[in-house]
């Protein structure tokens, strides 16, 4: 692996960067309504492609979008998606054209949970309420390859899911730029702490709603009992290397390499993050989603 700690943010998010600033795009607002909105438009702006007029279909539901590709591929997984944004930010119709895009890569339909936004709710009654909906749809899919994945917050509440609330249900977690650690601040938050999408004060604020429901639920990422360890499925980690999340990331990879886990890890030095939802307007972006697909996703794991 490329030596991640001295990165150069990559082009084409380095100009971004600079309209982001000039434009005073920042997510946060004191309504979080607002700041919902600010995100949302922002990420349409400068991020996301049009709706393709193809035959990749996308089911609505109670709680979650199904997106399927055009071609699925036999053997294909049912890929459930917990999508990032602190607790506080973005929905699943932010996240669709990336998940479409990842879906005709894989070749595999894409399910993704919406979930209940902090502060109007605790993340211990968001959680409880995912957890059920996520449940649910895995006995309805019962018999099915099913892959658990998540990025940023969902990352984090993808291995809760998987160690603590449905063990031995899916063949692969995968976990794009997650939160592992609601409780420290490494070097990464110092050095990319602000121009780099996600800032230091924003992740602060996620981390305040976080760090109490993993106290109350005794879940720890960076010092998991053996029983979670032995509960772990295979893992997959990305990792962003101009993320203040790169550092807790980078050591919750290394901490499984002296465990007795399946972990695989791709980093990707010039990219910040949430890069995935910059897929449809930048070529590094669309690239790397393509290069998870590939290398992430493996498509020869057993049912």
């Not at 071609?71 to 973005?90: I, R, T």
């Not at 995912?130 to 940023?152: I, P, T, W």
């Not at 990792?239 to 290394?254: F, K, N, Q, S, Y």
Request: proline share 8%.
């Amino acid at each position: 692996m490329s030596d991640p700690r001295t990165p150069s943010l990559n082009a084409e998010f380095r100009r971004l960067a600079v309209a982001r600033k000039l434009a005073g795009a920042a997510v946060s607002a004191n309504s979080p309504a607002q700041g919902r909105i600010n995100a949302e438009r922002w990420i349409s702006r400068f991020g996301s492609a049009p709706e393709p007029e193809d035959d990749t279909a996308a089911e609505t539901r109670d709680h979650s979008v199904i997106i399927r590709p055009r071609q699925e591929a036999a053997d294909s997984p049912w890929v459930m998606y917990v999508h990032g944004g602190g607790m506080v930010y973005y929905s699943t119709a932010v996240f669709r054209p990336f998940l479409r895009m990842l879906a005709e890569d894989l070749q595999a339909p894409i399910e993704a949970f919406d979930y209940l936004k902090a502060p109007e709710h605790t993340v211990a009654e968001s959680v409880r309420r995912l957890a059920a909906q996520v449940a649910e749809r895995c006995r309805e899919l019962a018999g099915r390859r099913l892959v658990l994945a998540g990025d940023s917050v969902g990352g984090l509440l993808a291995l809760y899911l998987g160690l603590r609330v449905l063990p031995e249900v899916f063949s692969r977690l995968v976990l794009i730029y997650p939160v592992l650690d609601p409780y420290t601040e490494r070097e990464s938050y110092r050095t990319f702490g602000e121009g780099h999408f996600l800032d230091r004060d924003s992740m602060r604020l996620f981390k305040s709603v976080l760090a109490p429901f993993c106290s109350e639920a005794g879940f720890d990422p960076m010092a998991l009992a053996p029983d979670d360890i032995a509960r772990l499925p295979p893992c997959s980690v990305v990792t962003a290397g101009c993320d203040v999340l790169r550092d807790e990331g980078l050591a919750w990879v290394e901490q499984m390499t002296d465990r007795p886990a399946d972990v695989r890890h791709r980093h990707f030095p010039d990219l910040p993050h949430d890069f995935c939802l910059y897929a449809g307007k930048l070529p590094s972006a669309r690239s790397a989603v393509a290069e998870i697909a590939r290398t992430v996703f493996p498509p020869d794991e057993e049912s």
